[in-house]
C-alpha cells in the first residue's frame, strides 16, 4: 500500500539540506514502527520517494513524501497506550509525529490509490511566499509585479553548470500577487519546467535595479501540486484518502 | 522556537550549516535557570568528527543524567566559520542552549589527537577564555582535559586547569559536588583547583613545574603546592554492565563520519602489543555482560532509528561473548533492516561464517594487521600473528568468495632492517599466491586484489617502545621506496596496490607525543600565526612548525630520533596507568632480544595493572 505523508519544515530545520532530509525520514520511520516495504539484498533501502526538493534556506507548511509499507500495524510498539483506539490513519500519524524534532511536524497521512504513479514525476507546481521585503519597496514591488502579470514573456538567463540560456519563466508564473507586504507565487515545479522562488524574485529585484543578495528574505514552502484529471492544479495530499 | 547564535545570513554562507544549530533527536535540552553547574563538553574537530565520537555520548547522557547539571556540546567551527566569528566578534556557543561557552561552568576538552592541540588554543580563543591557564579570572569556566592525549598532557599543560586522568564515569560527581561547594563558600578558582586536585584521577598541572638536565631531558618535578600529589593514578569504571551507557543517542542530521549505533562491548586489550598505547592505558581488560550488551544494542536501535550497528573494542575477536552475542544482533537487526560491521575481528572460519551472513562477500574486503613484514620484527613487537595465520585466514576467505585482502604494516619499527621492509613484499606476494594456488581457473574470473598500506611508526607514551627513536621524513621516504620495491620485485606485482601515510604529519606526532612543557609555547605561536586543523591535510603546514621550533630554539630530533636511556625520567612518568614502568622496561628489553610476551588470557605477566582489582587479572585461566 502507498501512503502519503505531509509535513512541515519550519525554524532552524531549513539549514537541513534535502539529502539529510530523506536521511532524517528514514530513521524517524525506523523509530515510529511504521511497517514500511524494503527492498531486497545487503543493504536493503526503505520504498520511499519525496515529491520535490526544498531549498537550503526553505520553510515549508506542506512537504510531500510518499512511502510503502506491508501493513498499517506498528512494528515493536504494538503496545503504546498513546495510539490505541484509533483509526489507521490516526495511529500512524501519532506515531511518525511524535518522532519529529522541534521544527518538523506531521500535517497528514493519507491513502493512495494503487495506480498513484511516482509522486516527484506527478508534481506539476508550488506555491510560496516571500516575507521581509522592506517597508520602502512596497510601491515600486507592487508595480513590478504588476507589469511582470501583465507580460506576455519575462526572459531571464538560466545558468547551468555548462552553459546559460535564455528562458521564459512567464508560462510557468501561475499566480504573482503582492499583498500586504507579502510577496505570493504559485509557479511551476514539474520537473521538466520548475522554477525556483528565487529566480522570480531576482527578476522583480533586477526590474527594480535592486542588488537581491542585499535583502534579507525568508522563503515559505505553502503548498505543492499535482494536476487532476481536468488539469487543474490540486494539492497533493488531495489525491489520497482517509484509511 | 530556540534562537540560533548564527544569524540566517551567515548560516546560508557557510558550508554545512547543520553543523551548528544543534536540535538533533535526542539532544539533551534543559533550562538553564535550573541547573546549578553548565558544562560544555567539546571534541576540538569539526562537527562530522566529533559527532561520532562515543566517549562523548557516555559523558554526556551522564551529565545530563544528573538534574543540577546540564552538559551541551561544543566543536571547532570550520575554518570558513571561524573567519566570520572572529571578523563579527560572535563568541563560540554551545549547540543546545546557542549560548557562549564563556559563561559555562565547564568546558571539557577531549584529547584524541596530537594533531588537534592548535584547535583547543581555536576554541578557547573564539570562546573568549584567556589561553593560559593562570591567566584565567574567577569568571572564567574551568578548562578540563581528558581522553588518550592526557596521558602526556604536559605540552599542553599550559592550557589546561585541569587533566581528568582515566575513565569519566567515575569522578565526575566528586568533582562537580567540590566545585558547588566551592562555590557555595564563595570560594575562587585557585581554592577550587587546590581542593579538585586531591580527588583521585585529578592532575592540576599548575601546581608542579619540571626542571631540566643541562642535556634537556627531565631532571625533576618539584610540587608549587605542597598538598598536590606526587603521583595521579588513572581512574577506572570497573563494573562496565552497570554503568553509565548513552542508551539514546544523538542522532545527526547530517552525514558524519560514522552514523551509526556504536556497541562497546569491552575496554583493554590482552595482547601487549609493543607499539600500542590503548593497549597499555586500557588495562585491565573488562567485559561488558552479554546480557547487558544485548539490552542495550535494542534500546539504542530503537531510539535513533540508525541503520546500522557497529562492535566497538580493541579485539572484538577476544570477546569472550562474541559467538552468543552476534548470534542475537544478526537475527535482532535482520528483523529491522540493520547492517552489522564488524571492524578489528581476527580472520579466522568463524568470523569468515559470520560475515559472510551480514555483507556482501563480493563488494566487501578482509583486513589484515600484521604491522610488520617478517616473523623476526613480529616478535619485536610483540605481534602474535604469524604468517601461517595469515596465508590460512587468506585462503578460507578466497574459497569464501572474498577477492579484496588489505594489509596493514608499520614502518620504521625499531631495530628494523631493509629485509624486514622488503618482507612486507614477500607477505603480499604469498597472499596472492595463495589465491592462484587455491583458487581453480574457473573461479578466478574476478581477480585478486591486495592492498598494503603502511603508516609510520610513533612511539607513544606509556608503552614498551617509549624508549625507542623514531625514523626522520627522510629515513621515512626511503623505507617507502624500499617497501614498493620490495612489492615491485613480486611475481604478483600487479595485484598488489601500495598507499603510504604522509609522512610530515607523522614528525609532528611524534614530537607532540612525547613532549614535554617546553612545547607550551611553540604551540602558541603556530596559533598565534593563523594555524588551525592540523589533522587536516589542506590545512596542516609544517613549514610553520618547523620556523617555530627553530626560533624558539627547540630541536625535533631530541623529542624523536634519540634512544631514551634506561633511566630516563619522562614527562608522563608522575602518571600511574597500573602498568608499571619497570613493566615496560622490561618489555622494551624483551622487544630488543625478540622475545614474545603470552597474552593476558594465556598468562599473566605481571604488568601492574592488577592494582585496580578486577578485569581479566582476576578471571579464571583457561589451562593450555
Known amino acids: ?243 | 522556537m530556540r534562537r540560533l547564535a548564527l544569524s540566517d545570513d551567515i548560516l546560508l554562507k557557510i558550508d554545512k550549516p547543520a553543523r551548528y544549530i544543534g536540535g538533533e533527536i535526542n539532544s539533551c535540552m534543559k533550562d538553564a535557570a535550573s541547573v546549578d553547574i553548565r558544562f560544555a563538553m567539546c571534541f576540538p574537530d569539526v562537527y562530522d568528527i566529533g559527532m561520532c565520537h562515543l566517549g562523548i555520548q557516555i559523558l554526556y547522557d551522564m551529565f545530563n543524567s544528573w538534574d543540577d547539571v546540564w552538559c551541551e556540546r561544543v566543536y571547532s567551527p570550520w575554518p570558513d566559520l571561524d573567519a566570520v566569528m572572529r571578523r563579527d566578534d560572535i563568541p563560540l556557543f554551545a549547540l543546545e542552549s546557542q549560548d557562549p561557552v564563556r559563561h559555562f561552568d565547564f568546558l571539557g576538552i577531549t584529547l584524541q589527537y596530537e594533531m588537534c592541540y592548535t584547535n583547543i588554543l581555536q576554541i578557547l580563543d573564539l570562546a573568549g577564555i584567556p589561553l593560559i591557564a593562570t591567566e584565567r579570572s574567577d569568571d572564567d569556566p574551568i578548562i578540563i582535559g581528558g581522553g588518550p592525549c592526557s596521558y602526556n598532557p604536559e605540552p599542553i599543560a599550559d592550557f589546561f586547569d585541569i587533566f581528568y586522568i582515566g575513565e569519566g564515569e567515575t569522578r565526575y560527581r566528586e568533582l562537580l559536588d567540590t566545585y558547588k561547594a566551592c562555590k557555595a563558600e564563595g570560594l575562587g578558582r585557585l581554592e577550587f583547583l587546590k581542593r579538585a586536585c586531591r580527588i583521585p584521577g585529578m592532575y592540576v598541572p599548575q601546581f608542579y613545574q619540571e626542571t631540566y638536565n643541562p642535556d634537556g631531558t627531565i631532571r625533576e618535578r618539584i610540587k608549587l603546592y605542597d598538598e598536590a600529589p606526587d603521583t595521579i593514578r588513572k581512574e577506572v569504571e570497573m563494573n562496565l554492565s552497570d554503568t553509565y551507557y548513552p542508551t539514546k543517542p544523538l542522532v545527526p542530521f547530517m552525514q558524519t563520519a560514522q552514523d551509526r549505533v556504536t556497541l562497546e562491548i569491552q575496554r583493554g586489550c590482552i595482547r601487549g602489543c609493543r607499539f600500542c598505547q590503548a593497549g597499555q592505558l586500557y588495562r585491565p581488560v573488562r567485559e561488558r555482560s552479554v546480557e547487558y550488551l544485548k539490552s542495550i544494542a535494542l534500546e539504542m536501535l530503537d531510539s535513533t532509528g540508525l541503520e546500522e550497528l557497529t562492535l566497538s573494542s580493541l579485539s572484538s575477536s577476544d570477546y569472550s561473548g562474541l559467538e552468543e552475542l552476534l548470534e542475537f544482533l544478526i537475527d535482532e537487526c535482520n528483523k529491522r533492516h540493520v547492517n552489522i560491521s564488524l571492524p578489528s575481528l581476527r580472520i579466522d572460519a568463524f568470523s569468515l561464517d559470520v560475515m559472510s551472513k551480514v555483507q556482501d562477500v563480493r563488494k566487501s574486503s578482509l583486513t589484515f594487521a600484521p604491522e610488520a613484514g617478517t616473523q623476526r620484527m613480529r616478535n619485536i613487537i610483540n605481534k602474535g600473528l604469524t604468517e601461517e595465520v595469515i596465508l590460512k585466514g587468506a585462503s578460507e576467505a578466497f574459497h569464501g568468495g572474498w577477492r579484496r585482502v588489505k594489509l596493514y604494516f608499520m614502518l620504521g619499527l625499531p631495530f628494523e632492517t631493509d629485509e624486514d621492509i622488503e618482507g612486507i613484499g614477500e607477505l603480499c606476494n604469498n597472499v596472492a599466491m595463495t589465491f592462484f594456488d587455491e583458487i581453480p581457473k574457473e573461479e578466478r574470473r574476478e581477480p585478486v586484489q591486495i592492498v598494503a598500506s603502511t603508516s609510520f611508526f610513533i612511539p607513544k607514551p606509556f608503552t614498551p617502545l617509549q624508549w625507542a627513536p623514531m625514523g626522520t621524513r627522510d629515513e621515512f621516504v626511503r623505507k617507502a621506496h624500499v617497501c614498493l620495491n620490495g612489492i615491485h620485485s613480486q611475481l604478483n606485482q600487479k595485484r598488489i596496490k601500495y598507499n603510504w601515510h604522509d609522512t610530515d604529519t607523522s614528525e609532528l606526532e611524534g614530537v607532540l607525543a612525547r613532549g614535554d612543557r617546553r612545547l607550551g609555547p611553540v604551540i602558541m605561536e603556530v596559533y598565534k600565526r593563523g594555524q588551525i586543523y592540523d589533522a587536516w591535510t589542506e590545512y596542516f603546514n609544517y613549514q610553520t612548525w618547523l620556523d617555530v621550533m627553530e626560533e624558539m630554539g627547540i630541536d625535533k630530533d631530541f623529542y624523536n630520533t634519540r634512544e631514551r636511556s634506561d633511566d630516563e625520567i619522562f614527562p608522563w612518568d608522575f602518571l600511574d596507568i597500573g602498568v608499571t614502568k619497570r613493566f615496560l622496561l622490561n618489555e622494551w628489553h624483551n622487544a630488543r632480544a625478540g622475545i614474545v610476551t603470552p597474552n593476558c588470557r594465556d598468562k599473566c605477566s605481571g604488568c601492574g595493572a592488577a592494582v585496580f582489582g578486577g578485569g581479566i587479572c582476576f578471571t579464571d585461566r583457561e589451562q593450555a
Open chain 1, 1 to 243: 500500500m502507498k501512503l502519503r505523508i505531509q509535513f512541515t519544515k519550519h525554524g532552524s530545520m531549513k539549514f537541513i539540506g534535502h539529502l539529510d532530509t530523506m536521511r532524517y525520514f528514514q530513521k524517524a520511520i525506523r523509530r515510529s514502527g511504521i511497517d514500511i516495504t524494503y527492498t531486497g539484498g545487503y543493504s536493503p533501502h526503505q520504498v520511499m520517494a519525496f515529491a520535490h526538493p526544498l531549498g537550503v534556506g526553505v520553510e515549508s507548511e506542506s512537504e510531500i513524501v510518499d512511502i510503502e509499507v506491508n501493513s498499517y500495524d506498528l512494528i515493536l510498539r504494538d503496545t503504546d497506550p498513546t495510539l490505541t483506539g484509533l483509526s489507521n490513519r490516526e495511529r500512524l500519524l501519532a506515531a511518525l509525529d511524535a518522532q519529529m524534532s522541534e521544527g518538523f511536524t506531521i500535517r497528514d497521512i493519507r491513502l493512495l490509490p494503487d495506480d498513484a504513479g511516482n509522486a516527484m514525476a506527478f508534481v506539476a507546481g508550488a506555491s510560496y511566499e516571500i516575507h521581509g521585503i522592506p517597508e520602502e519597496m512596497y510601491a515600486a514591488v507592487t508595480g513590478v509585479v504588476h507589469d511582470m502579470v501583465e507580460a506576455k514573456e519575462i526572459m531571464i538567463l538560466k545558468k547551468t553548470k555548462k552553459s546559460e540560456q535564455l528562458t521564459d519563466i512567464r508560462q510557468g508564473m501561475y499566480d504573482l500577487r503582492f499583498d500586504d507586504g507579502i510577496l505570493y507565487m504559485t509557479v511551476d515545479a514539474s520537473s521538466a519546467g520548475n522554477i525556483k522562488p528565487d529566480t522570480v524574485v531576482r527578476a522583480i529585484c533586477d526590474r527594480m535595479k535592486t542588488n537581491r543578495d542585499s535583502l534579507s528574505l525568508s522563503v515559505l514552502r505553502t503548498e505543492i501540486y499535482g494536476r487532476d484529471s481536468e488539469g487543474r492544479l490540486k494539492p497533493l495530499i488531495d489525491f489520497g484518502t482517509d484509511f
